[in-house]
């Protein structure tokens, strides 16, 4: 299953075929409180640390082409983007800052600035795809206005 996710965020230009390392891209799935199988294989720490703090199912980092000139736009400081529909997404500066406090969880997803990406996360597997092209649908209203 995992495999099957990684390679659906690849082929929606989410992610690279082959990350960095050192870059925070991957899938994650819960497989007992504490344990997540993962790919690639080896995510970068803060990754894992993150989905070990908010005891998610599954998760999964995007980047997706428009996001580097939305992280542009934003304004110092600025917490959150606002949708036209009155959804929003939140922003942290960095992955790091990810914990149960710090999280609204039920948005299912955050952008993280300093490792520009998106962190999207569900409490039902089937859902995560769905949850990551919603996600996208929503950022391309902002640059299509």
Request: aromatic fraction near 6%; include cysteine; proline fraction near 5%.
């Amino acid at each position: 299953m995992i495999s099957y996710l990684y390679k659906k965020v690849v082929a929606s230009g989410w992610a690279p075929s082959d990350p960095d390392p050192a870059d925070c891209m991957g899938v994650l799935v819960r497989k007992q409180r504490g344990t997540y199988i993962t790919m690639p294989t080896a995510v970068n720490d803060a990754l894992l640390d993150a989905a070990l703090k908010l005891n998610i199912i599954a998760a999964l980092t995007m980047r997706p082409e428009m996001l580097d000139g939305i992280l542009a736009s934003l304004m110092p400081g600025q917490t959150e983007l606002r949708f036209h529909d009155g959804s929003q997404l939140q922003i942290l500066d960095s992955i790091m800052q990810v914990d149960q406090s710090s999280i609204k969880k039920f948005q299912y997803a955050c952008v993280c600035r300093q490792e520009r990406l998106i962190l999207v996360w569900h409490d039902d597997l089937t859902n995560l795809i769905p949850q990551a092209a919603k996600i996208e649908e929503r950022l391309l209203s902002l640059v299509s206005c």
